[in-house]
């Protein structure tokens, strides 16, 4: 699916434009003039239709006149994974979105689960526990563990996935 976008000026008296690359966007905005024949420098960067990673991508880094094509060049060169874990780093965790960001320039674990007691239960299943007899996993208080896990691990919502994930 392609990417629509919308360059609203900052000059109300200038009507803005829809693009759908960068090209597009420097033609557009090169020719853009006010009602006084003045030039458009300035534009908020509106996403307006394409698929919901991409939309969640443009919300995390903030997108903005500086960073369109480092946007444009994420879209078309990483796949879902790295998008998520830009987004969680830089919408959550609080890591910046600079020209020379790349998804492994940041260490975070990510997990695909609804709910934090589904992370717990995980946990003990992969036997962080160590092995627990049959007999006393219907003791195993999951809820205090999914409380215990929350001091490191944190829930959010990506693309319509829900995930676990923890900023190193």
Same mark, same amino acid.
């Given at each position: ?5 919308? $360059? ?9 434009? !829809? =693009? *759908?690359?960068? @090209? /597009?966007?420097? #033609? ?31 919300? $995390? ?9 480092? !946007? =444009? *060049?994420?879209? @078309? /060169?990483?796949? #879902? ?88």
């Amino acid at each position: 699916m392609t990417i629509q976008l919308h $360059a609203q000026p900052y000059d109300i008296s200038a009507a803005g434009f !829809y =693009f *759908d690359s960068y @090209e /597009d966007y420097a #033609d557009k905005a090169l020719k853009m003039r006010n009602a006084y024949g003045d030039p458009v420098e300035e534009f908020e960067i509106q996403f307006i239709d394409g698929d919901q990673i991409d939309c969640d991508l443009a919300r $995390a880094i903030g997108l903005n006149q500086a960073n369109l094509k480092q !946007y =444009f *060049d994420a879209v @078309e /060169d990483w796949d #879902d994974d790295d998008k998520t874990r830009v987004i969680l780093a830089v919408g959550e965790c609080g890591y910046t979105f600079e020209d020379s960001t790349q998804p492994s320039d940041f260490d975070l674990d990510i997990y695909p689960f609804d709910t934090m007691r589904e992370f717990a239960e995980h946990f003990v299943e992969e036997g962080l526990f160590g092995d627990i007899p049959e007999r006393l996993q219907f003791y195993i208080d999951y809820d205090a563990i999914a409380r215990d896990l929350g001091m490191d691990y944190a829930e959010a919502e990506v693309a319509g996935t829900r995930l676990i994930y923890r900023c190193a």
